[in-house]
């Protein structure tokens, strides 16, 4: 072999390489780009059905509170709070009604659309939402985290029927029922 003919040789297995290489990129990047679209593609799925049923719910619990408005209001003593609560749950029940009524892709754009042109009253509005959450897990929270909200103390009583105060009888004493210091009443 003439080094001209190894010169040619080798220049052509380099552009055959070359050509192999970038069609296997091309390749793997066409099944890159169809792999992340697939993906893609079953993400938003699986958000847009969670979020279905999170409005599913949120309506639903709309409508529960409906019922429990008209039912205070069943109950009222008075005809303006009885009128006042037929109203509230009256926008209670058409607001649940609209939410299961539009798709999330709706809401979302609705949502965007008023940011976009009310943006103070937008920030205001999660703001203000943002609280109204916040109290409410930190009472849920405290409602199930606290031991004396499920399970109140029985206060002592006397003998003659007045609260007890209890006393401890000694600092020596260290004994009682359940361990707890002896006590006398006043």
């Given at each position: 072999m003439t080094r001209?003919?190894?010169?040619?040789?080798?220049?052509?297995?380099?552009?055959?390489t070359r050509a192999a290489g970038a069609d296997a990129l091309k390749?793997?990047?066409?099944?890159?780009?169809?792999?992340?679209?697939?993906?893609?593609k079953t993400l938003r799925a699986e958000a847009v059905e969670r979020a279905e049923h999170g409005k599913a719910q949120l309506s639903n619990q709309g409508m529960r509170l409906n019922d429990?408005?008209?039912?205070?209001?069943?109950?009222?003593?008075y005809e303006i709070e009885r009128r006042v609560l037929n109203v509230v749950a009256g926008s209670v029940a058409e607001l649940s009604e609209d939410l299961r009524s539009r798709?999330?892709?709706?809401?979302?754009d609705e949502t965007e659309r008023?940011?976009?042109?009310?943006?103070?009253?937008?920030?205001?509005?999660?703001?203000?939402?943002?609280?109204?959450?916040?109290?409410f897990a930190r009472a849920s929270g405290r409602q199930y985290n606290n031991p004396a909200t499920?399970?109140?103390v029985p206060v002592p009583v006397s003998t003659s029927g007045e609260?007890?105060?209890?006393?401890?009888?000694?600092?020596?004493?260290?004994?009682?029922?359940?361990?707890?210091?002896?006590?006398?009443?006043?």
């Open positions: 001209e003919t190894l010169k040619q040789t080798v220049k052509d297995a380099a552009r055959t390749a793997a990047k066409d099944e890159a780009t169809k792999t992340a679209s697939s993906a893609a429990a408005l008209l039912h205070r209001a069943d109950n009222a003593d798709s999330v892709s709706s809401i979302i008023f940011a976009r042109t009310h943006p103070g009253a937008f920030v205001a509005g999660a703001a203000i939402a943002g609280f109204a959450l916040a109290r499920e399970y109140p609260p007890a105060v209890p006393v401890v009888s000694g600092a020596q004493n260290s004994g009682g029922q359940y361990g707890a210091p002896e006590t006398e009443t006043r």
